[in-house]
């Protein structure tokens, strides 16, 4: 007999049993609990999340705080972005907003180089090809 633990209320006999369920937020069905995930907002936000999860290898690859601190830093990118809609729509920025701005883009910074922001450096060489391409050019200028 199943002790009251593994015991599912509407489980198939098919069907493999958990002896708890996960909130909607841990499965990933919804970003907030109670909020409606069809608003712009939250869109927004998730589209920043799968973003950042892509450039660390992808869920999996991602550390239980790893993904805490990229849902921070979806959140605050997005509040940023409602921001700078509302500087744009001013044509400028009150002294509070402008400094909850700031706090803000700096809070994000922190967060970015926590998972691994890096500066990568362009690379500036040119190849033979291009350099090929460049004289040839040059050359029919002159022709």
Request: with cysteine; aromatic share 2%.
């Amino acid at each position: 007999m199943k002790s009251a633990d593994e015991i599912v209320v509407g489980s198939s006999p098919d069907r493999p049993q958990k002896n708890r369920q996960r909130s909607r937020v841990s499965n990933g069905s919804a970003l907030l609990p109670g909020v409606d995930g069809r608003s712009p907002w939250v869109r927004r936000c998730k589209d920043v999340i799968a973003a950042h999860l892509s450039d660390l290898g992808g869920l999996d690859n991602c550390s239980a705080a790893e993904h805490s601190i990229v849902r921070r830093a979806a959140v605050l990118t997005t509040e940023l972005e409602v921001l700078e809609v509302r500087f744009a729509k001013a044509g400028e920025a009150d002294a509070d907003d402008l400094e909850t701005y700031q706090r803000c883009a700096n809070s994000l910074r922190r967060l970015l180089e926590a998972i691994g922001l890096q500066r990568r450096p362009r690379d500036v060489s040119l190849t033979l090809d291009q350099i090929q391409t460049e004289h040839n050019v040059d050359a029919m200028v002159q022709s």
